[in-house]
């Protein structure tokens, strides 16, 4: 059983910063890319930024230059620092990995974190 776990979310003025991290625990052979999306209510999900085990990274241009994805792989962990937050950040983040297993191998999800800016 492959479990992800948030932390990190919560309410901060617009300008603000926040980090998020999500520890990967259960039976695995290896993670492979690692990333973080967010959702607003009735909308898609939709990538912020990916990271990939050797260090390559992603970003939505909407982040770039404002958010950071980094990764722990001694630790199972990746980390979203999150810097000048908007009040058009706020939403839902979810962390994302490809995980392969002794004959398998899936996409995990964590149960979300939520991230409100006020402005």
């Known amino acids: 059983q492959v479990q992800l776990v948030e932390s990190g979310g919560g309410l901060v003025q617009a300008g603000g910063s926040l980090r998020l991290s999500c520890a990967a625990s259960g039976s695995m052979f290896s993670i492979n890319t690692m990333g973080w999306y967010r959702q607003a209510p009735e909308k898609q999900r939709e990538l912020v930024a990916s990271?990939?085990?050797?260090?390559?990274?992603n970003y939505a241009d909407s982040v770039k230059g404002r958010f950071t994805i980094s990764r722990d792989n001694t630790k199972n962990t990746v980390y979203l620092q999150m810097n000048s937050l908007k009040p058009e950040d706020t939403d839902v983040y979810f962390c994302n990995a490809d995980i392969s297993r002794p004959g398998i191998r899936r996409n995990y999800w964590g149960q979300g974190t939520q991230v409100t800016v006020s402005s």
């Open positions: 990271i990939t085990r050797s260090g390559s990274t």
